[in-house]
């Protein structure tokens, strides 16, 4: 069974998320994780594919070492990248109550996410 939500992917790869770690699925831009980590995201504010620029986000370059501005419908998350601001209006924080990956830290690997080789 394949994802239909990710991209194919051979393994985890570590991205800090608002001073967070998280083990996320290599070769998948951040809406694509922000899907997996199955939070509520407004698909009709997202044009998904870089026109609208409602899904920039900032992040520590690896170059340079200063925060940049990408658009999470386009770069691919690396391992070892740090987000340092989310879209306006994504939270990975839950609600009080409620059960979700994100908030507990667990490795963002849901079961009925299965990672898909691209190996045949």
């Not at 939500?5 to 051979?10: A, F, V």
């Not at 985890?12 to 994780?33: A, C, D, F, Y």
């Not at 504010?45 to 690896?62: E, I, L, M, P, T």
């Not at 987000?83 to 009080?96: D, T």
Request: with cysteine.
């Amino acid at each position: 069974m394949e994802s239909a939500i990710l991209e194919p992917y051979e393994k985890l790869i570590s991205v800090t998320i608002l001073g967070k770690v998280h083990q996320v699925p290599e070769n998948n831009t951040l809406l694509r994780i922000l899907q997996h980590m199955r939070l509520e995201l407004a698909y009709t504010k997202y044009c998904w594919n870089g026109d609208c620029r409602n899904c920039a986000f900032r992040y520590v370059s690896r170059r340079t070492g200063k925060e940049v501005e990408a658009l999470g419908c386009q770069i691919r998350l690396f391992n070892g990248m740090t987000i340092v601001a989310l879209p306006e209006g994504v939270s990975i924080e839950s609600p009080a109550g409620a059960s979700q990956p994100a908030a507990t830290g667990a490795t963002l690997n849901a079961p009925d996410l299965p990672k898909t080789g691209t190996g045949g």
